[in-house]
Protein backbone atom coordinates (compact mmCIF):
# COMPACT_ATOMS: atom_id res chain seq x y z
CA UNK A 1 0.00 0.00 0.00
CA UNK A 2 1.39 3.15 -0.80
CA UNK A 3 1.49 6.37 0.91
CA UNK A 4 -1.44 7.78 -1.17
CA UNK A 5 -3.29 5.02 0.19
CA UNK A 6 -2.70 4.94 3.41
CA UNK A 7 -3.84 8.67 4.81
CA UNK A 8 -6.56 9.99 1.68
CA UNK A 9 -9.56 8.08 2.41
CA UNK A 10 -10.34 5.56 0.16
CA UNK A 11 -14.00 6.65 -0.39
CA UNK A 12 -13.29 10.41 -0.94
CA UNK A 13 -10.17 9.36 -3.43
CA UNK A 14 -12.46 7.11 -5.79
CA UNK A 15 -15.55 9.76 -5.62
CA UNK A 16 -13.00 12.94 -6.84
CA UNK A 17 -11.55 10.64 -9.18
CA UNK A 18 -14.80 9.49 -10.80
CA UNK A 19 -15.86 13.54 -10.89
CA UNK A 20 -12.95 14.04 -12.79
CA UNK A 21 -12.53 11.22 -15.29
CA UNK A 22 -16.71 10.49 -15.89
CA UNK A 23 -16.51 12.04 -19.29
CA UNK A 24 -13.84 10.17 -19.99
CA UNK A 25 -15.58 7.19 -19.69
CA UNK A 26 -18.55 8.23 -21.72
CA UNK A 27 -16.27 9.49 -24.49
CA UNK A 28 -14.67 5.63 -24.48
CA UNK A 29 -17.95 3.74 -23.87
CA UNK A 30 -19.34 5.38 -27.21
CA UNK A 31 -16.12 4.25 -28.94
CA UNK A 32 -16.83 0.93 -28.39
CA UNK A 33 -20.46 0.75 -29.12
CA UNK A 34 -22.00 -0.78 -32.23
CA UNK A 35 -23.21 1.75 -35.22
CA UNK A 36 -26.68 1.36 -34.18
CA UNK A 37 -26.30 1.75 -30.11
CA UNK A 38 -24.14 5.15 -31.52
CA UNK A 39 -27.20 6.15 -33.50
CA UNK A 40 -29.14 5.49 -30.67
CA UNK A 41 -26.77 6.63 -27.86
CA UNK A 42 -26.44 10.39 -30.27
CA UNK A 43 -30.30 10.41 -30.28
CA UNK A 44 -30.49 10.75 -26.98
CA UNK A 45 -27.48 12.95 -26.38
CA UNK A 46 -29.35 15.42 -28.86
CA UNK A 47 -32.53 15.67 -26.93
CA UNK A 48 -30.70 15.37 -23.67
CA UNK A 49 -28.53 18.43 -24.71
CA UNK A 50 -31.71 19.82 -26.18
CA UNK A 51 -34.06 19.67 -23.38
CA UNK A 52 -31.16 20.90 -20.34
CA UNK A 53 -27.99 22.79 -21.97
CA UNK A 54 -29.99 24.18 -25.06
CA UNK A 55 -31.89 26.43 -22.55
CA UNK A 56 -29.12 28.06 -20.87
CA UNK A 57 -28.15 29.77 -23.89
CA UNK A 58 -31.57 30.80 -24.52
CA UNK A 59 -32.57 32.28 -21.55
CA UNK A 60 -29.41 34.49 -21.94
CA UNK A 61 -30.32 35.24 -25.73
CA UNK A 62 -33.84 36.44 -24.62
CA UNK A 63 -32.46 38.69 -21.74
CA UNK A 64 -31.98 42.40 -22.70
CA UNK A 65 -28.56 43.95 -22.11
CA UNK A 66 -27.31 47.33 -22.31
CA UNK A 67 -23.48 46.77 -22.04
CA UNK A 68 -21.44 47.21 -25.32
CA UNK A 69 -20.25 44.48 -27.59
CA UNK A 70 -17.30 42.85 -27.74
CA UNK A 71 -14.24 43.69 -29.01
CA UNK A 72 -10.69 43.12 -29.99
CA UNK A 73 -9.16 46.83 -30.20
CA UNK A 74 -6.29 47.30 -28.34
CA UNK A 75 -6.88 50.44 -25.68
CA UNK A 76 -2.60 50.83 -24.94
CA UNK A 77 -0.27 51.04 -27.51
CA UNK A 78 2.02 48.11 -28.31
CA UNK A 79 5.33 47.73 -26.52
CA UNK A 80 7.79 48.35 -29.89
CA UNK A 81 6.24 52.08 -29.34
CA UNK A 82 6.75 52.22 -25.37
CA UNK A 83 9.80 50.55 -24.51
CA UNK A 84 11.94 53.71 -24.96
CA UNK A 85 9.73 56.29 -23.84
CA UNK A 86 10.10 56.40 -19.99
CA UNK A 87 12.72 55.32 -17.22
CA UNK A 88 10.33 52.77 -16.59
CA UNK A 89 9.57 51.39 -19.78
CA UNK A 90 13.30 51.12 -20.21
CA UNK A 91 13.58 48.82 -16.88
CA UNK A 92 10.83 46.67 -17.94
CA UNK A 93 12.57 46.27 -21.10
CA UNK A 94 16.21 45.33 -19.35
CA UNK A 95 14.46 42.94 -16.83
CA UNK A 96 12.75 41.04 -19.40
CA UNK A 97 15.83 41.34 -21.99
CA UNK A 98 17.93 39.94 -18.36
CA UNK A 99 15.39 37.18 -17.95
CA UNK A 100 15.70 35.97 -21.52
CA UNK A 101 19.81 36.06 -20.98
CA UNK A 102 19.61 34.01 -17.91
CA UNK A 103 17.21 31.52 -19.67
CA UNK A 104 19.97 31.25 -22.31
CA UNK A 105 22.79 30.38 -19.87
CA UNK A 106 20.68 27.71 -17.83
CA UNK A 107 19.82 26.34 -20.88
CA UNK A 108 23.52 25.95 -21.88
CA UNK A 109 24.13 23.83 -18.79
CA UNK A 110 21.92 20.79 -20.38
CA UNK A 111 23.89 21.00 -24.18
CA UNK A 112 24.90 22.32 -27.28
CA UNK A 113 22.38 25.82 -27.23
CA UNK A 114 20.74 26.38 -30.76
CA UNK A 115 20.85 29.92 -31.99
CA UNK A 116 17.75 29.75 -33.94
CA UNK A 117 15.86 28.40 -30.81
CA UNK A 118 16.81 30.14 -28.34
CA UNK A 119 15.57 29.72 -24.57
CA UNK A 120 13.14 32.41 -22.90
CA UNK A 121 11.57 33.38 -19.73
CA UNK A 122 8.28 34.82 -18.81
CA UNK A 123 7.92 36.70 -15.24
CA UNK A 124 4.71 37.55 -13.60
CA UNK A 125 4.90 39.81 -10.63
CA UNK A 126 1.56 40.58 -8.52
CA UNK A 127 0.57 42.81 -5.74
CA UNK A 128 -2.24 41.37 -4.24
CA UNK A 129 -4.68 43.76 -1.98
CA UNK A 130 -7.29 41.95 0.16
CA UNK A 131 -9.59 44.23 2.60
CA UNK A 132 -13.06 42.88 4.37
CA UNK A 133 -14.30 44.68 7.43
CA UNK A 134 -13.70 41.66 9.38
CA UNK A 135 -10.12 40.70 8.84
CA UNK A 136 -8.54 44.18 7.40
CA UNK A 137 -6.45 44.81 4.76
CA UNK A 138 -3.96 42.77 3.87
CA UNK A 139 -1.34 43.04 1.12
CA UNK A 140 0.29 40.10 -0.85
CA UNK A 141 3.54 39.57 -3.16
CA UNK A 142 3.17 37.54 -5.51
CA UNK A 143 5.85 36.04 -8.21
CA UNK A 144 5.45 33.06 -10.86
CA UNK A 145 7.93 32.32 -13.64
CA UNK A 146 9.07 30.22 -16.25
CA UNK A 147 11.88 29.17 -18.10
CA UNK A 148 11.70 26.98 -21.24
CA UNK A 149 14.72 24.66 -21.72
CA UNK A 150 14.81 23.73 -25.56
CA UNK A 151 18.24 21.76 -25.42
CA UNK A 152 15.94 19.47 -23.21
CA UNK A 153 13.48 18.36 -26.21
CA UNK A 154 11.10 20.76 -25.83
CA UNK A 155 9.73 19.04 -22.74
CA UNK A 156 11.43 20.63 -19.87
CA UNK A 157 10.85 23.94 -17.99
CA UNK A 158 12.19 25.54 -14.73
CA UNK A 159 9.31 27.53 -12.86
CA UNK A 160 9.95 29.29 -9.94
CA UNK A 161 7.64 31.42 -7.23
CA UNK A 162 4.37 31.12 -5.70
CA UNK A 163 3.34 27.19 -6.94
CA UNK A 164 -0.21 27.60 -5.72
CA UNK A 165 -0.86 30.17 -9.18
CA UNK A 166 -0.13 26.75 -10.93
CA UNK A 167 -3.64 25.09 -9.21
CA UNK A 168 -5.84 27.83 -10.58
CA UNK A 169 -8.63 27.32 -14.09
CA UNK A 170 -6.50 29.02 -17.24
CA UNK A 171 -9.36 31.69 -16.83
CA UNK A 172 -9.43 32.18 -13.09
CA UNK A 173 -11.80 34.35 -11.24
CA UNK A 174 -11.22 33.18 -7.61
CA UNK A 175 -9.21 35.92 -6.06
CA UNK A 176 -10.37 35.59 -2.14
CA UNK A 177 -7.81 35.06 0.21
CA UNK A 178 -7.40 31.53 1.04
CA UNK A 179 -4.50 31.98 3.15
CA UNK A 180 -4.53 35.23 5.20
CA UNK A 181 -1.76 36.00 7.62
CA UNK A 182 -0.26 34.06 9.98
CA UNK A 183 -0.36 37.45 12.40
CA UNK A 184 -3.67 38.82 12.03
CA UNK A 185 -1.97 42.40 13.57
CA UNK A 186 0.13 42.40 10.26
CA UNK A 187 -1.19 43.95 6.95
CA UNK A 188 2.23 42.04 5.40
CA UNK A 189 3.57 39.22 6.73
CA UNK A 190 7.25 38.71 5.37
CA UNK A 191 8.08 35.43 6.21
CA UNK A 192 4.72 34.16 4.81
CA UNK A 193 5.85 36.18 1.65
CA UNK A 194 9.07 34.04 1.40
CA UNK A 195 7.49 30.68 2.35
CA UNK A 196 4.74 31.54 -0.65
CA UNK A 197 6.72 32.08 -3.16
CA UNK A 198 10.13 30.47 -2.37
CA UNK A 199 9.50 27.34 -5.28
CA UNK A 200 11.10 25.86 -7.67
CA UNK A 201 11.06 22.83 -9.40
CA UNK A 202 12.08 21.37 -12.92
CA UNK A 203 9.02 20.59 -15.12
CA UNK A 204 8.30 17.60 -17.72
CA UNK A 205 5.60 18.06 -19.98
CA UNK A 206 3.66 15.58 -21.86
CA UNK A 207 5.92 12.72 -20.94
CA UNK A 208 3.76 10.22 -23.15
CA UNK A 209 2.35 10.68 -26.25
CA UNK A 210 0.39 7.60 -25.39
CA UNK A 211 -1.90 9.36 -23.21
CA UNK A 212 -5.24 11.21 -24.29
CA UNK A 213 -4.48 14.25 -22.22
CA UNK A 214 -1.68 16.78 -21.59
CA UNK A 215 0.41 16.14 -18.72
CA UNK A 216 3.09 18.11 -16.48
CA UNK A 217 5.44 16.06 -13.74
CA UNK A 218 7.28 18.95 -11.22
CA UNK A 219 9.81 17.99 -8.70
CA UNK A 220 11.22 20.44 -6.85
CA UNK A 221 11.08 22.19 -3.37
CA UNK A 222 8.90 24.68 -1.79
CA UNK A 223 8.44 26.80 1.50
CA UNK A 224 12.04 26.15 2.07
CA UNK A 225 12.43 22.80 3.18
CA UNK A 226 9.12 20.83 1.45
CA UNK A 227 10.26 18.84 -1.20
CA UNK A 228 7.69 17.51 -3.39
CA UNK A 229 6.33 15.48 -6.47
CA UNK A 230 3.43 17.12 -8.81
CA UNK A 231 1.79 15.41 -11.36
CA UNK A 232 -1.48 16.87 -13.20
CA UNK A 233 -3.59 15.58 -16.33
CA UNK A 234 -5.57 17.82 -18.29
CA UNK A 235 -8.43 17.20 -20.79
CA UNK A 236 -10.68 19.33 -22.76
CA UNK A 237 -13.75 18.40 -24.92
CA UNK A 238 -15.53 19.98 -27.61
CA UNK A 239 -19.18 19.28 -27.23
CA UNK A 240 -22.03 20.43 -29.62
CA UNK A 241 -24.08 23.55 -29.72
CA UNK A 242 -21.18 25.72 -28.92
CA UNK A 243 -20.10 23.87 -25.01
CA UNK A 244 -16.82 22.83 -24.04
CA UNK A 245 -15.86 21.17 -21.16
CA UNK A 246 -12.31 21.06 -19.22
CA UNK A 247 -11.07 18.62 -16.62
CA UNK A 248 -7.95 19.29 -14.70
CA UNK A 249 -6.39 16.58 -12.02
CA UNK A 250 -3.73 18.09 -9.61
CA UNK A 251 -2.03 15.61 -6.95
CA UNK A 252 1.07 16.99 -4.92
CA UNK A 253 3.14 14.94 -1.99
CA UNK A 254 5.56 16.71 -0.16
CA UNK A 255 8.18 16.27 2.45
CA UNK A 256 6.29 18.34 5.04
CA UNK A 257 2.62 19.22 3.75
CA UNK A 258 2.38 15.61 2.64
CA UNK A 259 -0.88 15.04 0.17
CA UNK A 260 -2.68 17.26 -1.75
CA UNK A 261 -5.23 16.66 -4.31
CA UNK A 262 -7.38 18.95 -6.37
CA UNK A 263 -9.88 18.65 -8.94
CA UNK A 264 -10.83 21.49 -11.25
CA UNK A 265 -14.18 21.16 -13.35
CA UNK A 266 -15.53 23.51 -15.91
CA UNK A 267 -18.35 23.56 -18.77
CA UNK A 268 -18.15 26.57 -21.28
CA UNK A 269 -20.64 28.04 -23.51
CA UNK A 270 -18.84 30.25 -25.73
CA UNK A 271 -19.82 31.09 -29.13
CA UNK A 272 -17.50 33.81 -31.43
CA UNK A 273 -17.04 37.13 -31.03
CA UNK A 274 -19.59 37.29 -28.27
CA UNK A 275 -19.72 36.85 -23.89
CA UNK A 276 -19.12 33.15 -22.42
CA UNK A 277 -21.12 31.18 -19.85
CA UNK A 278 -19.37 29.37 -17.59
CA UNK A 279 -19.32 26.91 -14.16
CA UNK A 280 -16.51 26.68 -12.35
CA UNK A 281 -16.33 23.50 -9.30
CA UNK A 282 -13.14 22.60 -7.64
CA UNK A 283 -12.62 19.90 -5.08
CA UNK A 284 -9.66 19.93 -2.54
CA UNK A 285 -8.36 17.27 -0.41
CA UNK A 286 -5.04 18.36 1.90
CA UNK A 287 -3.82 16.59 4.49
CA UNK A 288 -2.99 19.94 6.57
CA UNK A 289 -6.84 21.14 5.99
CA UNK A 290 -9.01 20.45 8.83
CA UNK A 291 -12.29 19.20 6.34
CA UNK A 292 -12.23 15.87 4.39
CA UNK A 293 -13.02 18.28 0.95
CA UNK A 294 -13.45 21.40 0.47
CA UNK A 295 -15.39 22.75 -2.98
CA UNK A 296 -15.97 26.01 -4.14
CA UNK A 297 -18.71 26.55 -7.54
CA UNK A 298 -18.23 30.19 -9.74
CA UNK A 299 -21.20 30.70 -12.48
CA UNK A 300 -20.37 33.41 -14.62
CA UNK A 301 -20.81 34.95 -17.57
CA UNK A 302 -17.00 36.89 -18.86
CA UNK A 303 -17.06 39.76 -21.46
CA UNK A 304 -14.37 41.57 -23.18
CA UNK A 305 -14.97 45.33 -24.44
CA UNK A 306 -11.50 45.83 -25.58
CA UNK A 307 -8.23 43.65 -26.10
CA UNK A 308 -6.83 41.81 -22.65
CA UNK A 309 -10.07 43.31 -20.94
CA UNK A 310 -11.95 40.71 -18.63
CA UNK A 311 -15.01 41.92 -17.16
CA UNK A 312 -17.06 38.79 -14.75
CA UNK A 313 -20.04 38.70 -12.48
CA UNK A 314 -21.72 35.59 -11.08
CA UNK A 315 -22.67 33.60 -7.89
CA UNK A 316 -20.62 32.14 -5.74
CA UNK A 317 -21.17 28.75 -3.55
CA UNK A 318 -18.54 26.98 -1.38
CA UNK A 319 -18.72 24.82 1.50
CA UNK A 320 -16.88 21.37 2.77
CA UNK A 321 -17.44 17.58 3.16
CA UNK A 322 -16.52 16.51 6.40
CA UNK A 323 -17.41 13.61 8.95
CA UNK A 324 -19.88 12.50 6.30
CA UNK A 325 -21.62 15.73 6.50
CA UNK A 326 -21.67 17.96 3.69
CA UNK A 327 -22.14 21.56 3.89
CA UNK A 328 -22.87 25.13 1.92
CA UNK A 329 -20.33 26.75 3.67
CA UNK A 330 -20.69 30.37 1.74
CA UNK A 331 -22.59 32.10 -1.21
CA UNK A 332 -23.08 35.47 -2.81
CA UNK A 333 -22.31 37.61 -5.94
CA UNK A 334 -19.39 38.79 -7.52
CA UNK A 335 -18.06 40.92 -10.03
CA UNK A 336 -14.41 41.61 -11.32
CA UNK A 337 -12.60 44.03 -13.91
CA UNK A 338 -9.85 43.39 -15.35
CA UNK A 339 -7.41 45.61 -18.42
CA UNK A 340 -3.82 46.65 -19.03
CA UNK A 341 -3.81 50.09 -18.27
CA UNK A 342 -1.70 52.77 -19.82
CA UNK A 343 1.02 49.81 -21.19
CA UNK A 344 0.50 46.11 -22.67
CA UNK A 345 2.80 45.05 -19.66
CA UNK A 346 0.56 46.60 -16.63
CA UNK A 347 -2.69 45.05 -15.55
CA UNK A 348 -4.92 46.25 -13.18
CA UNK A 349 -8.06 44.16 -11.43
CA UNK A 350 -10.65 45.13 -8.97
CA UNK A 351 -13.30 42.23 -7.48
CA UNK A 352 -15.77 43.38 -5.78
CA UNK A 353 -17.45 39.89 -3.87
CA UNK A 354 -20.83 40.10 -1.25
CA UNK A 355 -20.62 36.56 0.52
CA UNK A 356 -21.21 35.12 4.17
CA UNK A 357 -19.53 32.81 6.17
CA UNK A 358 -21.44 30.05 8.26
CA UNK A 359 -18.56 28.70 10.07
CA UNK A 360 -17.42 32.43 11.17
CA UNK A 361 -20.66 33.35 11.95
CA UNK A 362 -20.46 36.07 9.86
CA UNK A 363 -23.48 37.36 7.36
CA UNK A 364 -23.08 38.55 3.91
CA UNK A 365 -20.17 41.24 3.89
CA UNK A 366 -18.43 43.41 1.56
CA UNK A 367 -14.62 42.24 0.65
CA UNK A 368 -12.65 43.26 -2.32
CA UNK A 369 -9.41 42.47 -4.15
CA UNK A 370 -7.38 44.47 -6.20
CA UNK A 371 -4.16 43.23 -8.07
CA UNK A 372 -1.28 45.24 -9.69
CA UNK A 373 0.20 42.86 -12.49
CA UNK A 374 3.33 43.16 -13.96
CA UNK A 375 4.22 40.81 -16.92
CA UNK A 376 8.28 40.84 -17.95
Do not use: C
Request: net charge negative; glycine share 4%; proline share 5%.
Amino acid sequence: MNIFQKTVPAHLFYSILALSLGSINVTYAADETTPDSQNDTQETQNKSSESVLNYIPKWVDATPTILPEQSNQPNVPPMSETEEKTWVDRKQRDIRNWADRTSVKIDDWFGDVDPDKPASATIRFMLDNYWNEYDGYEVKPRIRGKIKLPTLEKRFSLVFGDDSLDDEFDNNIANTNTQPNQDPDKKFDSKQTRDNNGSIALRWSNFSKKLPFETDADIGIRSGDDIYLRLRAKKYWDLENDFRFNAEQIYRYGSQSENYLRTNLELIHARPNEPFLSDQLSLTYADDQDDDLRWDNRIFRQHQFFANNKFNYGIYTGGYYNNNDLRLNSWGPFVSWRQPLWREWFFVQGDLNYFNDHREDRNHYVSTFVRLETLF
